[in-house]
């Protein structure tokens, strides 16, 4: 937020990633919830608002959002990983021109990504991180990729974990009710 100049950084809570299953995802209200239980900045700002335009893919929220808000200069934010597989999203080129973007390093994914088929598309309108403060008044396409410290942690992988200890409390449940069991058949 600092380094873009940003007011407030929106955290876009997905009724569904349509590159996604949607086997083993949260509802979006418990995804919501967990969201608003991060926070403790009032910049930082939870929103469904996805789920009341009734967009699933960017391009359509971006529009939506252009039209809703005319005067605000948006900033679309994304991992690494995202621009890796930009190429893939709909209408991925229409996104670079509706709003500038900026992509934050993820370990594991930064050198591909600046590999990538669509960081050397976009080779041109990549913008040093010295203009990075304005970006979200360039006209787009623009994007930076903004250094900054990296976390190794995915959705994926705190999904697996909340699986795992949900797994662990249910099979610890089931001993401890087999003990009883034995205890009941033979108290002495
Ligand atoms: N550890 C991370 N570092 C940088 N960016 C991240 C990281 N995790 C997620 N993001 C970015 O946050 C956005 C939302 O990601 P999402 O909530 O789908 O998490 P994910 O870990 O990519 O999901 P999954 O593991 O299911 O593929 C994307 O733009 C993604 O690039
Ligand atoms: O519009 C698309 O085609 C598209 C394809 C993949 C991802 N997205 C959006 O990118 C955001 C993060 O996606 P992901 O893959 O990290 O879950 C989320 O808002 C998705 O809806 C969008």
């Given amino acids: 937020m ?5 007011d407030e950084v929106w955290l876009l809570v997905s009724p569904g990633n349509p590159l996604k299953p ?10 919501f919830a967990s969201c ?15 789920a009341r335009l009734h ?15 005319p ?9 690494a990983d995202s621009l890796e597989s930009f190429t893939r999203w709909r209408f991925w080129l229409e ?29 041109p309108f990549r913008i040093p991180l010295r203009s990075a403060q304005g970006l979200a008044c360039m006209a787009p396409p623009a994007w930076v990729f903004l250094p900054a410290p990296q976390k190794d942690i995915s959705a994926t992988s705190i999904r697996n974990a909340r699986r795992n200890r949900r797994h ?4 610890t449940g089931r001993q401890g009710r087999t003990a009883q069991a034995a205890h009941d058949e033979d108290p002495g």
Avoid at 22 to 31: D, K
Avoid at 96 to 123: C, D, E, H, K, M
């Fill in 2 to 6: 600092h380094r873009l100049g940003l």
């Fill in 22 to 31: 949607r086997r083993g995802m949260a509802t979006l209200a418990e995804r």
């Fill in 36 to 50: 608003v239980a991060l926070i403790d900045d009032a910049r930082l700002r939870p929103t469904a608002i996805e």
């Fill in 55 to 69: 967009t699933r893919y960017t391009i359509d929220t971006l529009r939506a959002l252009r039209r809703r808000f």
């Fill in 71 to 79: 005067r605000v200069c948006f900033v679309w934010l994304m991992g």
């Fill in 95 to 123: 996104i670079t021109r509706t709003v500038p973007f900026a992509v934050v390093p993820r370990p594991g994914y930064n050198r591909q990504a600046l590999a990538s088929r669509s960081a050397l598309r976009l080779r």
């Fill in 168 to 171: 662990r409390q249910k099979t």
